[in-house]
């Protein structure tokens, strides 16, 4: 009965997030490869990726953000697609280069997506968790997004967060927070490792395949020349504005995702038996020690 509730609520949010205000990607972003398999649509108000057996594509934003909440639409590929792998995610560049990553790995018809999330700080990454989603993500669009400030990387779906990644630099642990970063979002061949770990490989009889996005809102702080712009009322006059510059989990928030984490989260890099043989990293000691 809980659960039936819970995942009530998470309907009723789905369908809140799904008139998000939509930005036009002819302004906001680039093609930047694929050789014309990314097509911009309904007058730059939705953008198609396609993957063939020659090629995938990929975009960019046009902008560089430091900080912000960001926020896309999309669609998964549908019916079998195992072995693809659709993207969106934000990376500054270089070895050292920060990163934080919704990774959709596709499967066989019937079988359930693997929602894949990371974060690197200065090229250091391998802080996987990945789910199940509650719904499926082909039928229609739903809002993955991004707040990203200088406490907090927390990710929702459909406005539910499912995972913080928090800022413990005074316990020496690395959070991206000094270089700007795009937004990129691709749609490629992985079935070398994608589909349960590469035993399904992509069966191209189904190609092409194509992921849709619309949506793109970036609600963030803008590199220029340099300099770092924010929007207005990002903060008041004394550093402690109400936006999602200092958003972070309230008790409620806190629940929903404890609740997506214990009913769909499938991999935690924190409980891996082969990291915790090899140490467990520094925020993962934090936060069974703050339980």
């Known amino acids: 009965m809980r659960t039936a509730v819970a995942l009530g609520v998470l309907a009723a949010m789905a369908c809140l997030a799904a008139v998000a205000q939509a930005g036009n990607f002819l302004q906001d972003a ?20 396609t993957l063939d057996k020659t090629s995938g594509s990929g975009f960019q934003s ?46 066989v018809t019937g079988e359930p997506y693997t ?24 039928k229609a669009f739903h809002t993955y997004s991004i707040v990203w400030n200088p406490q907090h990387v ?16 005074a316990r020496g642990v690395s959070f991206p927070k000094n270089q700007p970063m795009r937004l990129y979002a691709s749609l490629w061949n992985a079935d070398d490792w994608a589909t349960q770990g590469g035993r399904v490989k992509t069966d191209w009889s189904h190609a092409p395949f194509v992921a849709s996005f619309r949506g793109f809102n970036a609600d963030a702080c803008v590199m220029s020349g340099g300099a770092q712009r924010c929007p207005a009322g990002t903060m008041d006059a004394s550093g402690t504005g109400s936006s999602w510059w200092n958003q972070e989990l309230s008790d409620m928030s806190y629940r929903r995702m404890r609740w997506v984490q214990r009913k769909f ?21 934090i936060r069974l020690r703050s339980k």
């Open 62 to 107: 046009k902008a560089e953000y430091l900080f912000g909440k960001i926020d896309m639409q999309i669609k998964l590929v549908p019916g079998n697609s195992a072995g693809t792998v659709t993207t969106f995610y934000l990376s500054s560049q270089g070895s050292a280069h920060d990163e934080i990553d919704f990774e959709f790995l596709g499967n």
């Open 265 to 285: 989260m499938i991999y935690n890099y924190c409980t891996d038996p082969k990291r915790v043989a090899e140490g467990l990293p520094a925020e993962c000691k």
């Open 30 to 49: 680039e093609m930047t490869w694929g050789d014309g398999r990314g097509k911009v649509v309904d007058g730059g108000r939705g953008l198609d990726l």
């Open 154 to 169: 927390i990710f929702a779906v459909d406005g539910t967060p499912i995972r913080d990644f928090k800022n413990h630099e």
């Open 115 to 138: 929602l894949h999330t990371n974060v690197f700080a200065k090229g250091e990454g391998k802080r996987e968790q990945q789910f199940r989603l509650w719904f499926d993500p082909t």
